[in-house]
């Protein structure tokens, strides 16, 4: 017993025992890039070239522009997904960390500067072992080792939005066997985080009277409307969204936030005498974009989101390109079996009126859709 | 003895006694080495894992536990002082609403002119010229004089041992520091904010960063001047007196006590003279009456 403490103490003196192997590795998970239309990671990121995959940090705002990629062009820029930091693993296990989600995170707080901390605008972006040291040297007090730098870095966030400094909450403790347990990120992300859950609406009670109310749809902002975080919320911090002792973002309940996108001078754009329900598309423009679109992002059919463009009522108008050979229809919820897989549309579609449901009298005198549909609904 | 002779006598000694030197000696800064350790802490840095205290045991008091049992954050409820079998602990002081709190790793400061050493009887408790103080158990008679003199409160007693009681402090790890280690507090602190080092360029780096980053800390390193300077050093961006730190003035506790006490004994004069005095005055009370 006393042997094993020993050799548990001396691991401990060492710290970052051991020749420095492949210290951070990425692991790519094959994400699929968004298909949303995005400009190519070259108009920016100028040193990617065939022979370079060195990122340069552009600042805060590169990936938050009007083209709403969000820091999603990080996903097609070659950046890791997920970097597991197990080179310094003694007493516990090598971390997994989500290198993508802290990508995207960071574009809300500051940008990879972030973490990155020398890596000011326009200059390469270089990794935490670059500059820190494996071992801890004497000769530089001042300048932490890796492991240091590493910890440093990561609970300078942590721990003030989860008030939480338990080892555990990134490491596995290591295995009486020694061997790190690598477990898969994603599966962590929503035990040990906690999951962000903003109000569907945002009431704000404003000097405005008599219209003081206003009713922010937070929830439709963030999932129809294909709002990325970053594109409101700017500058952030760790602790503003996911320290759930704190209130909503303070920055966010001023005028300007919603001004940038709502280039409206009517006060009754926004401002109200009675709280507003979440948008319905149904009640507000009387067209119910039922389960097949229900999902859809406004700017598929509207694009872009400032200024909400009146689709054509043709459903050639947005399915122009599909091809019915390749179409699967079973997105739709109606997945089509036998002779029905093989129809055209227009046999059951009325392709110039897109307000109009499937029609099954064409065939069967004594059906009709949705009551009765065709093959099996998922 | 007229009383001219007596007068005189009494005279010379007090002039005797002056030169000697009463003046306060401002303790034995000569004897330490010019590159003596000590460690300087961040406490902007710290993030209270208490893996500090594990290391701790583990050295000097094993078996040390389960690293994890480190995480149970209810110790923080009370402020706790270095036992005999946990000889650093660190305590939180909560930060202002929606703020950090900040949490202080305490242990025998390893002072420069240190008031235990003083009040020792025996010299048991010895200041090294390399940095530590360190205790010889060997020599203690169990009087916790050193205890008590102990401006922090640092050190502490094994009362529950019946037969052979010791004092107990940190001793900046003797043995690991010989060897080329850190001291293994030092050692396991994942975030680094404990730098051990030579004292000069601890107070160097200290200043240098108070300069470079004024906003991040109040401008004091605590144990540079308190109690006589300290060989352990604390950077904060809170006030010391609102984490537990004692306010000590820049002068050892002992530099009053030993000049008074080293003044007086230097070179054994004033006993001599004392004694010279009283046997001159009772000779001469004694001396045969002369006859008129
Ligand atoms: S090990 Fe370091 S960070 Fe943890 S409590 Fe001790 S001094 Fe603070």
């Known amino acids: 017993m006393r042997a094993a403490l020993a050799a548990i103490a001396v691991l401990a003196a060492i710290g970052a025992a051991g020749a420095p192997r492949s210290a951070e590795r990425p692991v790519d998970r094959g994400r699929t890039a968004p298909t949303m239309a995005s400009p190519t990671c070259l108009g920016c990121h100028a040193s990617f070239g065939a022979d370079a995959d060195v990122p340069v940090n552009r600042g805060r705002f590169a990936h938050a522009g009007d083209d709403r990629v969000g820091a999603s062009a990080a996903r097609r820029t070659g950046t890791p997904d997920v970097v597991i930091i197990g080179d310094l693993a003694n007493l516990y296990g090598a971390v997994v960390f989500d290198h993508r989600v802290h990508a995207d995170m960071s574009q809300i707080a500051g940008g990879c500067v972030n973490c990155h901390h020398h890596a000011p605008e326009g200059s390469p972006v270089s990794a935490c072992r670059e500059c820190h040291a494996p071992e801890r040297s004497a000769g530089t007090p001042t300048h932490p080792s890796l492991k240091g730098a590493y910890h440093r870095q990561c609970l300078s966030c942590h721990r003030d939005w989860s008030h939480e400094n338990a080892c555990g909450f990134c490491h596995t403790e290591q295995a009486a066997t020694g061997g790190a347990r690598v477990v898969d990120a994603s599966a962590l992300a929503h035990t040990r985080f906690p999951r962000l859950e903003p109000s569907a609406t945002y009431r704000y009670e404003t000097p405005q009277a008599p219209a003081a109310l206003v009713s922010f749809q937070h929830r439709d902002h963030a999932q129809s409307f294909g709002l990325q975080c970053v594109d409101c919320h700017r500058a952030g911090s760790c602790a503003g969204c996911h320290d759930g002792s704190q209130g909503p973002q303070e920055s966010m309940h001023r005028m300007d936030s919603c001004r940038s996108c709502h280039a409206v001078n009517a006060c009754g754009f926004c401002h109200d005498q009675q709280p507003r329900p979440p948008f319905d598309h149904a009640v507000a423009t009387g067209w119910d974009p039922g389960p097949q679109h229900q999902h859809t992002p406004c700017v598929s059919c509207h694009g872009r989101v400032e200024a909400f463009l009146r689709p054509s009522s043709n459903c050639r108008g947005c399915h122009g390109g599909l091809d019915p050979q390749t179409f699967d229809h079973r997105i739709t919820g109606v997945p089509l079996e036998g002779s029905h897989a093989q129809f055209a549309c227009v046999r059951c579609h009325d392709a110039s009126r897109a307000e109009a449901p499937a029609t099954c009298h064409g065939c069967h005198a004594d059906r009709s859709y949705p009551p009765q549909t065709p093959g099996q609904r998922n | ?292």
């Open chain 2, 1 to 292: 003895m007229s009383r001219r002779d007596f007068v005189r006598l009494t005279g010379a000694c007090a002039a005797t006694l002056a030169a000697a030197g009463v003046a306060p000696a401002g303790g034995e800064a000569g004897d330490l080495d010019a590159d003596r350790r000590g460690v300087l802490v961040d406490l902007t840095v710290c993030i209270g894992c208490r893996r500090c205290e594990w290391a701790c045991r583990n050295e000097n008091n094993p078996p040390a536990g389960e690293l994890h049992e480190c995480d149970d954050q209810s110790v923080f409820r009370s402020r706790r002082r270095p036992t005999s079998t946990q000889l650093t602990v660190v305590n939180r002081s909560p930060g202002p609403a929606g703020g950090r709190p900040v949490h202080v790793k305490t242990q025998c400061m390893h002072c420069e002119h240190p008031a235990c050493a003083s009040a020792c009887l025996v010299g048991a408790m010895r200041k090294t010229p390399a940095g530590p103080v360190i205790y010889d158990a060997s020599r203690c008679i169990g009087c916790r004089y050193c205890m008590v003199a102990c401006p922090f409160q640092y050190a502490s007693y094994e009362y529950d041992n019946a037969l052979t009681p010791q004092v107990k402090k940190c001793q900046l790890c003797g043995n690991r520091t010989q060897r080329g280690e850190l001291p293994a507090c030092v050692a396991i602190c994942p975030v680094e904010a404990l730098t051990y080092g030579r004292r000069d360029d601890l107070l160097r780096i200290a200043h240098e960063r108070l300069r470079s980053c004024p906003d991040q800390y109040i401008d004091h390193v605590y144990g540079e001047h308190e109690a006589g300077g300290t060989s352990w050093l604390y950077l904060s961006d809170r006030p010391f007196s609102e984490l537990g730190f004692p306010t000590l003035g820049s002068s050892s506790p002992a530099a009053l006590t030993e000049a008074i006490q080293h003044g007086i004994f230097k070179g054994f004069a004033a006993p001599v003279m004392l004694f010279g005095l009283l046997g001159a005055v009772g000779k001469l009370m004694h001396a045969p009456k002369e006859s008129p």
